[in-house]
């Protein structure tokens, strides 16, 4: 039978084996249940289980899965409770660390203790039983064990001769003056926050794998974040490379279910030593990290948007200060926040303004889209004469160009002529997109589609036609004012079957495609070695949207853009930028022609602050979703009341509450949303007045019969 050296050989759970006690236990309650986030169970298990050891409990009818999160006195008799049902002894307890960040996340963002640390566990691990956990927990700890035993493996079994380990490039001079910041923190587990402010092309991720390896020399681990999966195969190949020795595990939403427990028990049980991976890979648990990386810590996708709508960029910040570890941000264009929080001296800014190999920058050349040479054809021609020409020209010299245009489908709405009707969506305040390829309407927001009719729905006129243009038509545009040129196009139509994306950019770097059609899917992270020509299509939308960060957005967008051009250095000489405006000369566009993003930072900032916007305030938004708007409107104004009496009861008289507005998608799958803004210059006062509202709203759904579906959004991204 089991030989008493097996580590994992767990007392058996019987309810004679110990004296009860009573456990909190963190478990995943429905939302506005009403309920505290623990519930008390009994336990008698000798050892008691620990805080952080994942436990199986009865709610309800069911039997769910829980987080013990305190041992607390037994309740005076007469008050029964229900006795734990099972403990699951082969998952090492979840750190005392792991606990404070999910706490924090959970009181920071306004949702349910249970529901963020159940979240933060892979859904196989929830539903699994002490037996099956036990049992993937053997398997990975035996196959780890089998190929310590066997040492580093052979690259591959093919005849060709195996792969050596990646040499490490000589610095550059920027890079090691960056390393040489960081080191120091990694070698004295320092909680430290470096702002790595690097060009595109100007090597950050060397700085990641040199500062990798430190932590790794000294036996600790590390996480890699990445905005977005599609970026992950990239990066871990670089760094699958770089240490052959040492365990890579990824963790984001595309894996499977078995391979996300697995990777997330490698992490946990510390058999893994880098984790890479997307938002939700913040709350890996990791009991020897030494070092956190948030690469493009600018980008939107950190934000979760929905459920618990947490920041993963500032949850990584948090855990680093929280476990006394560096925290490196890289971005070529960062979020203001960190560029503010750089200049208040609470984060340190490391900067790499050169490219690698001296490849530099593109120069910007604005296309005047006013003038007659870009108005030809009643200004519907698509790009200017002057554009296509330089396609062409790129094209015969066997060079690349990238066409970027954030719109997919073919047209963005249809449209008849004769009464006006539009392609409306029924169920959203928005377009139905025309999609030409299958002749469909489809809604973007909620999904809904159809064929496109053959007649007007609403007069029967023959000639409906599209309005707009979106990467599709561009696309079949350009076929036939170049004939010529091979054309490609690559955004979230064209990805969608599986390693679809992956066979398309292998057709543009192996040089297949003389013009690439994209959104912005296609800026991020990829290396287009012979493009020497990007060109926005259309980006002046950007500069008036409602969004107070469209601009920064669209700043970042361009540059990042910008970035696939030029990266070789023999090309980088002649490699441009071009954008089609409206608005030649927009501030934006002309820092961005210096490429000159410190200075661009400062004008937003300067206006941020006189308008009291974030970074200089902060805010929450309060969403109340129903079947009717006016219900909704009616909760929120109703809430605002309740709030008004708690920011004088409470002394909050910093927090600015606004009227309830729809936000600019009012209506999504036929529910109605209304919005209410609420700002503060101090976030305490902010966050105070969050958790005094939780009980007050939930009451208030109550009243309203629970009809009204709301949420808390601290830090929207939009408003
Ligand atoms: P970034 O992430 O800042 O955009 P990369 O890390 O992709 O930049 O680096 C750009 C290119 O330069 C890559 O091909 C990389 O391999 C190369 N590179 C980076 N550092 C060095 C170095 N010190 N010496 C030579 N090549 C380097
Ligand atoms: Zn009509
Ligand atoms: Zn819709």
Redesign the pocket.
């Known amino acids: 039978m089991a030989s008493v050296t097996n580590a994992l050989v767990a007392p058996v759970l019987s309810p004679h084996s110990g004296p009860a006690q009573a456990v909190a236990v963190a478990v995943e309650l429905p939302q506005h249940a009403g309920l505290s986030d623990c519930l008390l169970y009994e336990v008698s298990t000798y050892p008691l289980p620990e805080p952080g050891q994942l436990v199986r409990v009865p709610l309800g009818k069911r039997t769910v899965a829980g987080v013990v999160w305190s041992l607390d006195p037994l309740p005076p008799p007469g008050l029964p409770i229900k006795p734990v049902a099972d403990v699951l002894w082969a998952l090492p307890p979840l750190s005392a660390a792991w606990r404070q960040l999910t706490a924090f996340a959970a009181g920071y963002y306004q949702r349910g203790l249970g529901e963020l640390a159940l979240q933060a566990l892979p859904p196989e691990l929830r539903k699994a039983d002490a037996k099956q956990l036990a049992q993937r927990v053997r398997r990975l700890q035996q196959s780890v064990a089998k190929a310590r035993a066997a040492g580093p493996a052979p690259a591959d079994t093919s005849p060709s001769p195996p792969a050596l380990p990646q040499d490490?490039?000589?610095?550059?001079a920027e890079?090691q003056a960056a390393v040489e910041r960081v080191l120091p923190d990694i070698g004295a587990g320092r909680a430290a926050t470096h702002l790595l402010f690097?060009?595109?092309?100007?090597?950050?991720?060397?700085?990641?794998l040199r500062l990798a390896e430190a932590a790794l020399a000294q036996g600790r681990q590390v996480l890699v974040m990445v905005p977005e999966i599609n970026l992950t195969p990239q990066l871990e190949r670089?760094f699958a490379e770089r240490f052959p020795s040492h365990r890579l595990v990824s963790l984001h939403s595309s894996l499977t279910a078995a391979q996300r427990a697995n990777h997330w028990l490698m992490a946990h049980l510390g058999l893994a030593d880098l984790v890479l991976g997307t938002r939700l890979s913040v709350f890996t648990p990791l009991p020897q990290l030494g070092l956190v990386i948030v690469?493009e810590e600018h980008d939107p996708s950190y934000k979760q948007q929905d459920g618990a709508r947490y920041s993963a960029r500032d949850l990584a910040v948090y855990r680093g200060s929280l476990e006394g570890l560096p925290v490196l941000l890289?971005s070529?264009t960062p979020s203001l926040e960190s560029w503010q929080r750089a200049a208040d001296g609470r984060y340190r800014r490391l900067d790499?303004p050169q490219?690698?190999?001296a490849g530099r920058m593109p120069a910007l050349r604005l296309l005047d889209m006013r003038s007659a040479a870009g108005n030809t054809a009643a200004g519907k021609a698509a790009l200017a004469p002057a554009l296509l020409a330089a396609l062409e020209e790129r094209r015969a010299r066997g060079e690349q160009s990238l066409l970027l245009l954030n719109r997919r489908g073919y047209a963005p709405v249809l449209h008849c002529s004769a009464c006006d009707w539009k392609s409306q969506c029924s169920h959203c305040s928005a377009w139905r997109v025309y999609h030409k390829i299958d002749r469909t309407l489809r809604c973007h927001h909620c999904g809904w589609t159809d064929r496109v009719p053959k007649a007007c729905p609403n007069c029967g006129n023959l000639d409906i036609a599209p309005l707009g243009r979106g990467t599709e038509k561009l696309a079949e545009q350009l076929s036939t004012l170049l004939p010529l040129a091979r054309i490609a196009r690559i955004d979230a139509d064209s990805t969608r079957g599986v390693g679809s994306l992956e066979s398309q950019l292998a057709a543009v770097h192996a040089g297949e495609v003389d013009v690439l059609v994209g959104t912005q899917m296609v800026t991020k992270?990829h290396?287009f070695r012979r493009m020497t020509l990007v060109a926005a299509v259309n980006p002046d939308g950007a500069l008036f949207a409602s969004d107070f960060r469209a601009a920064e957005r669209l700043f970042a967008l361009l540059m990042q853009a910008a970035?696939r051009a030029g990266?070789d250095a023999e090309l980088a000489e002649r490699s441009e930028l071009w954008l089609q405006t409206w608005h030649p000369q927009h501030p934006v566009y002309a820092a961005l022609a210096r490429h000159d993003y410190p200075a661009f930072a400062q004008s937003q900032l300067h206006e941020r602050s006189l308008a009291g916007l974030p970074p200089f305030s902060h805010l929450a938004l309060l969403r109340a979703d129903a079947r009717d708007a006016q219900a909704a409107t009616d909760f929120l104004l109703q809430a605002s009341e309740h709030l008004r009496e708690l920011t004088a009861q409470e002394g909050l008289d910093s927090i600015l509450l606004y009227p309830p507005v729809p936000p600019p998608l009012a209506r999504l799958a036929d529910v109605e949303r209304v919005q209410m803004l609420l700002e503060s210059r101090s976030r305490p006062a902010l966050q105070r007045l969050l958790s005094l509202a939780q009980p007050v709203l939930m009451a208030l759904r109550t009243q309203h019969k629970g009809l009204i579906r709301w949420a808390v959004d601290v830090d929207p991204l939009a408003i």
């Open positions: 490490r490039p000589v610095l550059s890079q690097g060009a595109t092309g100007s090597g950050k991720t060397e700085v990641y670089r690469d890289g070529a790499m490219r690698i190999g992270g290396d970035g990266r």
